[in-house]
């Protein structure tokens, strides 16, 4: 694997990808619009992380007790908050569920002794019996983060509630939709939908979200069957302030096989071919990085 410097071209080999035109903004919305993936911590987190998110301009890190959310441009993060499970049990197990053909790849550093290989994506991670009866479920739906609680048949929808650290402010707007403003950003969950499917047949059930006045948010629920099982749906969407003109990714290309080939530039630590940067004045400092999701 050889990689040159911005000036030049990169060389996968039996792949060849030619630098064009293609602004970073370019290469910004066709990370957004990758399917969100979740892969297990292997190193490349802190400890009390399970599970991370990668989707383009989000980022998740999935704990025991909720999720921290982060918004990103490319080499920035702009914004951050989390989400935590007020009440959540010690005890509950995080998965992944829905395993994908791909692997993700961390080739950090000199040492090939310390990189990550082989790491598996998945659609979804699951939170079993988070409250009693109750799993959660995150999955990707498109460019939105969903969340499904899963409450089996006899469970107390009243367990359920989270607070959101690190907002400027949360409120409800006309529509029912929870808009939590962040420093560089915002995120809206959007209004929960429930449902419950019996013989085949799927039965909403009315759903809104209600915030206390110390911030805790939880669900307001209207009459249902407590004999069956019931999902309250609520989705996440999210947005930065901070200019899209910050590059995500320089080059994106897919191969025969179906191979996808992702490259940024990142600051130090970057292994490459003895050689591989040709002479360059005025270049930036700075190394490319290949990360293979295969």
């Known amino acids: 694997m050889r990689l040159f410097n911005r000036s030049g071209l990169l060389l996968f080999l039996p792949v060849v990808i030619l630098i064009c035109s293609t602004s970073a903004f370019a290469a910004q919305s066709i990370t957004a619009r990758l399917p969100l993936v979740f892969e297990p911590n292997r190193g490349q987190a802190p400890a009390e992380v399970q599970y991370i998110l990668r989707g383009g301009t989000l980022e998740g890190e999935f704990q025991k007790d909720g999720v921290l959310f982060r918004l990103s441009t490319g080499k920035k993060i702009t914004s951050q908050v989390q989400m935590r499970l007020v009440g959540a049990r010690e005890d509950t197990v995080i998965a992944g569920d829905g395993k994908l053909e791909g692997h993700t790849n961390y080739l950090v ?20 019996r988070i409250y009693p009866g109750t799993d959660l479920v995150f999955y990707g739906n498109g460019g939105s983060l969903e969340h499904d609680f899963e409450l089996q048949p006899g469970a107390d929808p009243k367990r359920i509630s989270f607070q959101l650290s690190g907002a ?7 529509d029912g939709d929870l808009q939590v403003s962040l420093v560089n950003g915002a995120i809206a969950f959007r209004r929960p939908i429930a449902y419950q499917t019996v013989a085949g047949v799927r039965r909403n ?7 206390d006045h110390n911030g ?17 749906d609520p989705v996440l969407s999210f947005a930065t302030y901070i200019s899209p003109q910050a590059s995500v990714a320089h080059l994106i290309a897919t191969d025969a096989s179906g191979n996808n080939y992702i490259v940024v530039y990142g600051a130090s630590g970057i292994p490459v071919t003895p050689g591989a940067f040709a002479g360059c004045t005025g270049c930036a400092t700075g190394s490319a990085v290949a990360l293979s999701v295969n």
């Open 109 to 128: 550093g000199n040492d090939p002794a310390h990189w990550l290989r082989g790491l598996p994506n998945y659609t979804k991670v699951r939170y079993s």
């Open 216 to 232: 805790t948010i939880r669900f307001q629920l209207g009459s249902y069957d407590t004999s069956e099982k019931l999902v309250i």
């Open 205 to 211: 059930v009315a759903a809104a979200f209600k915030v």
């Open 168 to 174: 400027e402010s949360v409120a409800l707007d006309k």
